[in-house]
């Protein structure tokens, strides 16, 4: 119980710290660009965000047993096109193939909890040849081409809006409250943090740590399947392109609030002021024209100091231990 108090105030801290850079980004930002702090810029960056977001909370579940995935841009690409495909090429009412891609996902987020497992792979490995096949077979499906032509229902959840706010920033935001609930309220949430934080001690509790880390990696593969709906639907298209690097995305989003990848470190709020630290940044170089390439070097120093920092505390905490 003491340990769970020192962890939750450990990350209130963290929080506030990850929160204080974000609100130093949006000054500078607002100071620079005279379009920056405006209700239709922000409804509008937290749309750009919002597949981020949804398969940041996926991760977080992962990263939080000590695992990671690297395989949902390029599932979140296949699971799109099949959903397309089903509707656009086999005639599918739009429920069923929605419902189709998903239980793909599913089997893929179980196919890869089960090799780390079972099999006893490490996921790195499990999930960079995971995100390599289903690039290759998100070709193979489409050959190459975009699809489009689905149904206007089909682009619902993408594309509508609920009293001038974007559906995906609508379901980005409750997503981000059930996870947080699940995470911290609940027993399978006190699990993975017990997974993460000590695995040999979390077995010893009587807690079935191959059935959390599973679950986990079936959770990610849901969160996928939606961003995938997400990002269809707002394209009116599915490409076997889409979502290049949306792992990165959100697994910098994990890091830059303060979840660590030796896992048991993190929580749902620091990830969701992580998801607005990118967007943030994204959005404010595109305003003042800055070249695009150096937001991609400025995400990267950001994680590569959130790293320095996580390892920095962990080697301290083993100093005083």
Known sequence: MGAERKRKKFELRGNLSILMGLIILCIF??????????????????????????????????????????????????????????????????IIAILLGFAVGIGLGFI???????????????????QSMLRGLGNVYSMGTTIFGMPDSFNIVGGSSLLGIPFPVILLILLFIIAHIVLSKTVFGHQVYAVGGNREAAYLAGINVKRVEL???????????????????????ALPTAAEGLEFSA???????????????????????????????NNGLNLLNVNPFWSKFAQGLIIFIAVLIDAINQRRSQEKA
């Open 29 to 94: 930002f607002s100071i620079t660009s005279d379009k920056f702090f405006t209700a239709k810029n922000f409804v509008n960056m937290l749309l750009q965000v919002s597949n981020i977001g949804i398969v940041a909370i996926g991760g977080m579940f992962v990263i939080l047993t000590g695992g990671i995935d690297l395989s949902a841009g390029s599932m979140s690409a296949f699971i799109g096109l099949l959903m397309a495909g089903f509707c656009v090429d086999n005639g599918f009412p739009v």
């Open 112 to 130: 890869n909890g089960l090799s780390v497992t079972k099999l006893g792979l490490t996921p790195f490995i499990v999930t960079l040849a995971m």
């Open 215 to 237: 679950i986990t990696y079936v959770i990610a593969a849901v969160m996928t399947s939606i961003a995938a709906l997400v990002l269809t639907g707002r394209l009116a298209s």
């Open 251 to 281: 697994i910098s989003a994990i890091v830059i609030g303060g979840g660590s990848l030796s896992g048991g470190k993190g929580n749902m709020l620091g990830t969701f002021i992580g998801v607005l630290i990118i967007g943030v940044l």
